[in-house]
């Protein structure tokens, strides 16, 4: 079981109140997570990634174990800590402005 904490955008569009849990098939990357976690919650679908292309959305990244996966490969394992449920993944919405 894999814990994922949300933005609160998100969460709302989920209907969640905190971290989810996802369940993930075979290696643990950051696409399986995020396939996970777009089965599970369909609202999500296009939100973090492109629809099409499924690359990730400019202003969200991915954060596990203080590391920013963000710029990773997506097919990469994310570090065994989060795919053990110890650690969470974090999905942030980035904020841009000036």
Not at 12 to 18: K, S
Not at 31 to 40: H, N
């Amino acid at each position: 079981m894999i814990r994922v904490v949300l933005p609160h955008h998100l969460r709302t569009l989920a209907r969640v109140a905190d971290e989810v849990q996802v369940d993930v098939n075979g290696r643990a990357t950051a696409r399986s997570v995020l396939d996970a976690l777009e089965a599970k919650y369909p609202a999500l679908h296009g939100t973090i990634r492109d629809h099409v292309t499924q690359q990730r959305r400019p202003l969200v990244r991915f954060f596990a174990c203080g590391e920013d996966l963000s710029h990773e490969s997506p097919d990469s394992p994310i570090p065994d800590a989060v795919a053990k449920g110890a650690e969470p993944f974090f999905i942030i919405g980035a904020i841009a402005g000036g």
